[in-house]
């Protein structure tokens, strides 16, 4: 029963983890209509400038998170205005060939610089909590905490603020919303750094307790694409939703089934019920 | 002009071994050459008719992992363990198809992706079947076929270029032909091409198969080549090696594919301290190519011989 229970807390970790980095892709889909492949390799460079911030400055490990966000998220504005925006109007397969280019280059530059090593981001809560007889590590409760936290944000910021609102209004319809005078090109670089500051403080949340190096953030994307599928594309509780399903798919499968396979799991779900229903498990993408 | 090319180029790849100062040059063009024929194929399904697919490097490795396993560890000759990868490659190509076809545009991207995924990481971990990560090793060269042998660099190359223009010579007919253009409407409007009688699912269905077969051949070729395969092969990395070459040559071009992989080889070969790197400048190459020359150098040029008459 007691590992029961541990599973349970490895699936909320993974899948607050991929919830985040879930959320900024449908984010960008909601508004672009692109699969941004490149969302991975975000996620990766905000890990590595958060070890670079904490292990090479010696900032500590909180503000190496900001300081990783703030640098995510002008990376991914930038993307936005140097590649996404002078592919508006080419057919989508222009736009995902971009997307693939920009995660190769980051890729390569960030192996470049700090090769092709793993690294170990060190967190300064490796404390064991003791709960009601169960051992729980510190930094897993934070990740559920911290990602609760930020989800909520997102919400009110998307419900209760006009900059939210704008966004919203369009994901719903990009011609009214411009017919109502909201500035497309600001929504889309607003937009854009929030989901590189999410992608980034996810990969932070996640280090300290799993390896940092190039190719991280390609399984990662992966899952996070097969649940903004599952979830319905641009759906924000969906991405949260199938944040956890995979999650937890993982972390029992690794236990009961085994641990060689685990990356396979969600991947053999994802299979298993697109094929069975081609539309994802909600069609139409609630919002 | 154009029907002179295709002579022209065939000569000098006929001559080009007489020309090259030692081995190690033909050793690179026939590499380039086999993942061309491989590309050709990922240029069928996403050129002509349009679905980025993400899974081509797994077929690749099918073909190839179907020869390595089939010589080496069961011991059957190499010419039938060849014709055998091809068809593995495409059966698996079909039933990847039948389920990944029924999305769409970018349903369809991410799903291959997955597939891919799959398809490698199988590969990777089943070591009974695969030898995992340690790979295969011990493969011989290409059985002769009559009195030609197959053990120089020279034989192989030459080997490989029949192979590429049999490819390319059948790309040609299946381009030219009916299928070909039904595969060229699916690519231009679903909608429409359904309106006018096609059969959309089976149709993709069909390009998907070749494109695998293509790949499977291709595969099986390398093994023999460079006798050396790990999980490697079926990576990501290498389908959007392919995808690099299709874009500088042209999209949705015969040519296209060939022309791309004979430069950019060349390319990664004259900067050779930029093999891990490649990426830094393949990248943004990438980028700016769907930006400012989307269908690639064939494109270019036919838009300037366009201009020229008009």
Sequence with gaps: MVMFFQQILNGLTLGSVYSLVALGLTLIYGILHIPNFSHGALYMVGAYFAYFFAGSLGVPYWGAMAGAAVV???????????????LRGAPVLHDMIAAIGL???????????????????????????????????????????????????????????????????????????????????????????????????????????????????????????VIIILGGMGSLPGAILGGMVIGFAESFGAFYISTNYKDIIAFALFVLIMSVRPSGLFPGGVR | MGRLLAPAA????????????NEYYLYVAALAFIMAISATGLNLILGYTGQLNLAHAGFMAIGAYGVGILTVDYGVPFWPAFVASGLIATAIGVLAGLVSLRLKTHFFAIFTLCVGLILSLVIEKWSDLTHGTTGLIGMQPPAAIGPIRFDTTMAQYYLVLAFLVAALWLMRRIA??????????????????????????????????????????????????????????????????????????????????????????????????????RMIVFGPLLILLVIFFPHGIVGFVRLRRARAHA
């Design chain 2, 10 to 21: 065939m000569a000098v790849a006929l001559l080009f071994p007489l020309a090259v100062p």
């Design chain 2, 176 to 277: 030219t032909s009916i299928v070909g253009r039904s595969f060229v409407a699916v690519r231009n409007s679903e909608d429409l091409a359904q309106a006018l009688g096609i059969d959309v699912f089976r149709t993709k269905l069909l390009a998907f198969a070749l494109s695998a077969f293509y790949a499977g051949i291709s595969g099986a070729l390398y093994a023999g080549f460079v006798r050396f395969i790990g999980p490697d092969l079926a990576s990501e990395t290498h389908t959007f090696d392919m995808l690099a070459f299709i874009l500088v040559g042209g999209i949705g071009t015969l040519g296209g594919p060939l022309i791309g992989a004979i430069l950019l080889t060349i390319l990664t070969q004259s900067l050779q301290f930029l093999q891990d790197y």
């Design chain 1, 72 to 86: 995510v998220a002008l990376l991914a504005v930038a993307s936005e205005r140097l590649v996404f925006r002078p």
């Design chain 1, 103 to 225: 995660l190769l280059f980051l890729e390569a530059v960030v192996q470049a610089i700090w090769g092709a090593d793993f690294h170990r981001l060190q967190s300064p809560h490796t404390q064991i909590v003791h709960l009601f007889g169960l051992v729980a590590p510190a930094q897993r409760l934070l990740i559920v905490a911290a990602a609760f936290a930020l989800m909520l944000g997102l919400h009110l910021f998307l419900q209760r603020t006009v900059m939210g609102s704008t966004i919203i209004a369009m994901a719903q319809d990009r011609e009214g919303a411009a017919l109502v005078g909201i500035d497309a090109s600001r929504v889309s670089m607003v937009t854009f750094a929030i989901s590189g500051a999410l992608a980034a403080v996810a990969a932070v949340l996640f280090a300290p307790i799993s390896l940092v190096y190039p190719a991280m953030g390609d399984l990662v994307i992966l899952k996070a694409f």
